[in-house]
């Protein structure tokens, strides 16, 4: 039921096999695109193979999983997002994207889809988590309305930063009423 979500301008959908080159060649192996992110750059082609294993393990226990974002005008691949369940009314979210993908809004207008997505499900809490250098991570979550609850001390490891130091990260959050 939500393998698939459109907006004006993108086509969020779970990811298959056959992503996996796409996947790797426009985001996860750059080292600028990963720099604060909380999973490692994909090295090779075998790490965003295990991320697809990954994500359809995700899709198998939850009712959402990552998704990829295309361009509806032309296919191509953007960037990724999605849901990860810690239980069935709370979930995280983030986003990533390829380069020539920043400052056109898609991170907006994909967000607002996963919010409208998790609302959906029965979700009344959903989070993220942000490095506090990722002010355009920032920007975006606040235009999506997510309430920065603070700052969690020495939370996550940021592997593109350091293998071994924890980090501060700064929190949001959206709240939903069930209908």
Request: proline share 4%; glycine share 6%; charged share 25%.
């Amino acid at each position: 039921m939500f393998e698939r979500v459109e907006t004006p301008r993108l086509i969020l959908r779970k990811p298959v096999h056959e992503d996996a080159e796409a996947i790797f060649l426009r985001y996860s192996s750059d080292p600028e695109v990963t720099r604060l992110l909380g999973w490692t750059r994909h090295s090779s082609l075998q790490a965003t193979y295990a991320f697809l294993q990954f994500s359809d393990a995700e899709w198998a226990r939850s009712p959402v999983g990552p998704y990829v974002i295309e361009s509806r005008q032309d296919g191509s691949l953007l960037g990724s997002t999605g849901l990860a369940f810690e239980a069935c009314h709370c979930a995280a979210t983030g986003y990533v994207f390829a380069k020539d993908a920043w400052g056109k809004g898609y991170a907006t207008e994909s967000l607002r889809a996963v919010v409208d997505t998790a609302r959906s499900t029965g979700v009344t809490r959903l989070y993220a988590l942000c490095h506090p250098e990722n002010l355009a991570s920032t920007r975006v979550l606040q235009k999506c309305r997510f309430v920065c609850e603070g700052v969690l001390r020495k939370h996550s490891k940021f592997p593109n930063l350091s293998q071994d130091d924890l980090c501060d990260v700064v929190s949001y959050a959206l709240m939903f009423t069930q209908r």
